[in-house]
């Protein structure tokens, strides 16, 4: 089982729509998570960062923690093209360390 | 500012060649990472700096040697690389890394390396 999974997509979604992006992780002592978008040749930029169980919300972007089920969620509200990019989930663990998923890679079309 | 800085934006060399990377960042951060990431892979953690001592190494091999001269400066020293070292190297820097729950980390743009 690998440490940080989500679907790899291609997920494609119209332009106005909700973008639904998921990731669930192994080790039940991780504390932080993360979000990063990374467009083609660039490095990852951060997006949101949630703690807590349930909702943290920034303009279109929501993150969504659930402890217990091991899973967290980014939904993308008003989807532009410009949001076309792969979004790495990032979990913490209490030594610092940081995993990576392999990334979900989002087209939103015109 | 969150901005981590790094060069050179490429870099070629040859397997025989010794040459460094640099990373730089004046957030007042005091933990540092590097990062390699392949094509179409996430990142895959190489060193973490936390006040300038090296507190993880993933079992990287030797031919990488990484250096942390003060807070704010990072480098990678690589010697006798083999050609499946080409990919993207990521800096990374976080307020302390010392475990607390919320330790952003922000990347620099990376410098591509490409091995002959």
């Known amino acids: 089982q690998k440490e940080v999974e989500q679907n790899s997509g291609p997920l494609s979604v119209p332009e106005g729509a909700i973008a639904s992006l998921n990731c669930t992780y192994s080790?039940?002592?991780?504390?932080?998570f993360f979000w990063y978008r990374q467009y083609s040749g660039k490095s990852p930029e951060l997006i949101m960062f949630?703690?807590?169980?349930g909702d943290k919300e920034d303009g279109r972007f929501t993150a969504q923690l659930n402890k217990a089920s091991q899973y967290v969620s980014l939904l993308i509200r008003d989807s532009q093209p410009s949001d076309s990019a792969t979004y790495l989930c990032?979990?913490?663990?209490?030594?610092?360390?940081?995993?990576f998923g392999a990334g979900t890679r989002l087209t939103v079309k015109p | 500012d969150t901005e981590v800085t790094q060069t050179p934006k490429h870099l070629v060399m040859g397997m025989t060649n010794k040459k460094s990377l640099k990373c730089e960042q004046h957030m007042g951060h005091r933990a540092m990472y590097w990062y390699k990431q392949k094509a179409k892979k996430p990142p895959e953690l190489m060193f973490v700096y936390s006040y300038e001592k090296l507190s993880i190494n993933e079992s990287v091999p030797s031919r990488f040697s990484p250096e942390c001269p003060n807070s704010s400066l990072l480098n990678l020293h690589l010697h006798a690389l083999q050609p499946e070292d080409s990919a993207l190297y990521l800096c990374?820097?976080?307020?302390?890394?010392?475990?607390?729950?919320?330790?952003?980390?922000?990347f620099g743009p990376g410098t591509r390396l490409t091995v002959l």
């Open positions: 949630i703690y807590s169980n």
């Open positions: 990032a979990v913490k663990r209490d030594n610092n360390d940081m995993r």
């Open positions: 080790d039940r002592g991780s504390q932080s």
């Open positions: 990374a820097s976080s307020q302390d890394g010392q475990g607390a729950s919320v330790d952003t980390q922000y």
